[in-house]
């Protein structure tokens, strides 16, 4: 099947949906890590919306970050101590809602990359020049080279 068949479910879901895009030496850090998964969905989520806001800080209230994230509030709160912990992400408490005393503000997560990560970041490899993208920038749409060589080759044998 060839990837420029528009009809492939999988060209549409790249070609149209929104999707997120991680810094593998960041996620295989997670991943070394043993960070639990309900903690690496709250994660990426703030990653997501920092990125997007572009200061990499955001305000999304804590029963959205469970609803989105499929989580319950507990488990929430549990992955912002980890991740807090580990350096992975800063809290800033803002006190009260001055709308409504009663309840407490949205805080600021600041997603933030690992002591541990920085020092070992230039041993990483770079991707080609050229493929980076730019802040409001969509990501390309074009399938990287490994994929598109799969592709060929399982189109040569399926002729064949």
Known sequence: MSI???RDP???LVREKYFSLRPK????WLWAQGVPASAERVFWLHWQEGRQRGDWCSEVPLKR?????CLDLSTVTRAYQLLARMGCIR???PGRDPANPFNQATAITEVRVPR??????????NRRPGTAVKQGESAPVTAPEPVAAVAVTAR???SS
């Open 156 to 158: 040569r044998s399926m």
């Open 116 to 125: 541990e990560l920085l020092v070992e970041l230039d041993r990483h490899p």
């Open 4 to 6: 420029e068949n528009g």
């Open 65 to 69: 970050v469970a609803r989105e994230c």
């Open 91 to 93: 809290r800033t408490d």
């Open 25 to 28: 030496p960041l996620e295989r």
């Open 10 to 12: 999988r060209v549409r």
